[in-house]
C-alpha cells in the first residue's frame, strides 16, 4: 500500500511524513479494507490568527478497488488533526466493513457468531460483568424444538399445538374476540387452507391464506411462503 504526503500552499516536514507512515498502519488498514492500494494524505495551514485552534488541516483519502473513502479533520497542529482524521478514516472502514458482513446473502452473521469473528469482543453475563473462560465453559446450551438456547435466554421460546378443526371465516373472528388476540390461526372450511385472521385498524380485519400446494413451486422460484401481517 502506498502512502503519498503532500502540502497544499504549505510545506510538509520530513519528520510529520516519516509520522504518517508510521500512524497509518498498512497491517491495521488491509485488516478493514483488503482491497486499498493507495492512501493521499494532504496537508494545509489556515493563516487567519481567529483559526489558531484549527489552523492545520489534514485530509486523508483512500483509495481501493471499492469506493474511495475520504476523512478529513483540523486542529491546532497537523499531529492532531491527523490523529482526528485517522479516527474517522478508521470509523468509515469499520462501518464498511461491518456492512459486507451483515448483509443478507453470503458472509451474513448472526448473534451468536459475531464472538467467533469480532476479535476482543466480550461475552457478558446477566449482571452485564464478563465472563471469565471458565464461566463461559460452564454454560449449559438447551435445544428448544430447533433452536440451540445458551444459558438462560435472553430468547424466550414457547411451543403450542393445537387441534384444527376447519372452521369459517366468521367463526374464526368469533374465537379470535374470545381468546383477545389480535390474531387467531385456522383451517378454512371453504378452501381447505391454513389461514389466519388478524386484527386491522380500528374494526377492520384481514385474513392470509396458505397455499401449501404451491410451496414448492414458491421455494424453487425463490418466493417466501409466508405472509406479512400489516397494513
Same mark, same amino acid.
Given at each position: ?104 446473502? #453470503? ?17 457478558? #453475563? &446477566? ?96 418466493? &417466501?411462503?409466508? &405472509?406479512?401481517?400489516?397494513?
Amino acid at each position: 500500500m502506498d502512502i503519498v504526503v503532500k502540502g497544499r500552499k504549505t510545506e510538509v516536514p520530513e519528520r510529520f511524513r516519516k509520522h504518517v507512515a508510521e500512524k497509518l498502519n498498512p497491517e491495521r488498514i488491509q485488516k478493514l479494507d483488503a482491497k486499498v492500494i493507495s492512501l493521499d494524505v494532504e496537508v494545509s495551514k489556515e493563516h487567519n490568527p481567529r483559526q489558531a485552534d484549527r489552523s492545520d488541516r489534514v485530509e486523508i483519502t483512500l483509495h481501493s478497488r471499492g469506493p474511495v473513502i475520504r476523512a478529513e479533520a483540523a486542529a491546532a497542529d497537523a499531529y492532531a488533526a491527523l490523529d482526528l482524521a485517522q479516527d474517522k478514516l478508521e470509523a468509515r472502514l469499520r462501518k464498511q466493513h461491518d456492512k459486507r458482513y451483515t448483509r443478507r446473502g #453470503n458472509g451474513r452473521l448472526s448473534a451468536a457468531e459475531v464472538a467467533d469473528v469480532v476479535p476482543g469482543v466480550a461475552q457478558l #453475563n &446477566g449482571n452485564g460483568q464478563p465472563f471469565t473462560e471458565e464461566q463461559a465453559d460452564a454454560i449449559p446450551t438447551t435445544r428448544i424444538g430447533s433452536l440451540e438456547v445458551q444459558g438462560e435466554g435472553p430468547l424466550i421460546v414457547r411451543e403450542k399445538t393445537h387441534s384444527a378443526a376447519p372452521m369459517s371465516l366468521d367463526q374464526a373472528l368469533y374465537e379470535m374476540e374470545l381468546v383477545g388476540h389480535d390474531f387467531y390461526l385456522f383451517v378454512d372450511s371453504d378452501t381447505k387452507m391454513p389461514s389466519v385472521v388478524y386484527r386491522r385498524h380500528g374494526y377492520d380485519y384481514g385474513v392470509i391464506h396458505l397455499n401449501a400446494d404451491q410451496a414448492s413451486t414458491s421455494a424453487e422460484s425463490g418466493a &417466501g411462503a409466508g &405472509g406479512a401481517l400489516g397494513g
